[in-house]
């Protein structure tokens, strides 16, 4: 069978049943299809749209903040990319030496090439070098290319040799 004639057949058989009615089923049935045909317009058209809308103009006040903070944050990078990096003074046998004492920290070598030092410790803390390190990397831009660490027999105790170099600021 052809999608045709099935129509055919669909549309008689409902013109038959539609004949079959009286005048006052005929509106009863009118009513009722209009009924039906106004519901689903409303459930699948005018409802999610409705709903939609109100959801919109309830999330429409955070959405505006959100815009107004990420204009404000574009405007403060802006003017931080005009801005220089501070600059960050060369490493020094001094400036190593100092920042080993503030953290209690005793050298028994600190020697320096360059950008390059390598710094030796004996019976030193393992915590307190790496707050050391953490301390240095933050201030002066050095990060460890070689590290040599030997623990000993005391908890937290190692002999460390250290070789460190400055980042280069641009």
């Known amino acids: ?10 549309a008689q058989s409902l013109s038959e049943f539609w004949a079959a009615r009286n005048a006052r089923e005929r509106n009863l049935l009118a009513a009722a299809a209009a009924v039906v045909a106004l519901g689903l317009v409303y459930a699948l058209l005018i409802g999610p749209a ?13 959405l505006r903040q959100q815009v107004a903070q990420l204009q404000n944050l574009s405007k403060e990078a802006a003017g931080l990319s005009t801005k220089t990096a501070p600059s960050v003074a060369p490493i020094s046998r001094e400036n190593i030496e100092a920042a080993l004492t503030r953290k209690g920290l005793k050298p028994q070598n600190v020697a320096l090439t360059g950008d390059i030092a390598k710094v ?7 915590a307190g070098i790496l707050d050391w390190l953490d301390d240095m990397q933050k201030t002066s831009l050095v990060s ?11 908890p937290d105790m190692v002999n460390a040799t250290l070789t460190l170099r400055q980042q280069k600021s641009e």
């Open 1 to 10: 069978m052809n999608p045709t004639e099935t129509m055919n057949r669909l």
């Open 50 to 62: 409705s709903s939609g809308r109100d959801q919109l103009n309830r999330s429409l006040p955070v």
């Open 120 to 126: 030796q410790l004996s019976s030193a803390s393992f």
């Open 144 to 154: 460890v290319v070689d590290a040599n660490i030997v623990a000993l027999a005391q």
